[in-house]
């Protein structure tokens, strides 16, 4: 782990989906926190994080991606799979948008 990383809790959450909330622990960990939303961040924007952020949705989550905080394939298949996931209602969340709320 980054040394940078503060962990607040021990739990890991291992994923062999491209969505993420195939992971029955990862669900209930959520549901008994009532964590309703959601930021995804990580590798292959056309896959994994698609999958991860429309998986969320159809849970009933609010599903928000931060675009300088993932990469796909390339900067056009990128800003594609954003706006896709846009039409779905995903929150496209900019970094600078982000660090305002949070300050």
């Given at each position: 782990?980054?040394?940078n990383?503060?962990?607040v809790n021990d739990?890991i ?8 909330f195939?992971?029955?622990s990862?669900?209930?960990?959520l ?10 961040t990580?590798?292959?924007a056309e896959?994994c ?7 969320g949705?159809e849970?009933?989550n609010?599903?928000?991606v931060?675009p ?5 394939k390339?900067?056009?298949s990128t ?8 039409k779905?209602d995903?929150?496209?969340l900019p970094?600078?948008?982000y660090c305002?709320?949070?300050?």
């Open positions: 782990m980054d040394t990383l503060i962990l739990n959450f291992v994923k062999e989906d491209g969505n993420a195939t992971v029955t990862l669900v209930e960990y549901k008994i926190n009532n964590a309703k939303e959601i930021i995804v990580g590798l292959l896959k994080i698609y999958n991860t952020l429309l998986g949705k849970l009933g609010d599903m928000y931060i300088e905080a993932i990469i796909g390339s900067t056009k800003r594609k799979a954003l706006n896709k996931l846009s779905r995903v929150h496209i970094l600078n948008e305002d709320i949070n300050n």
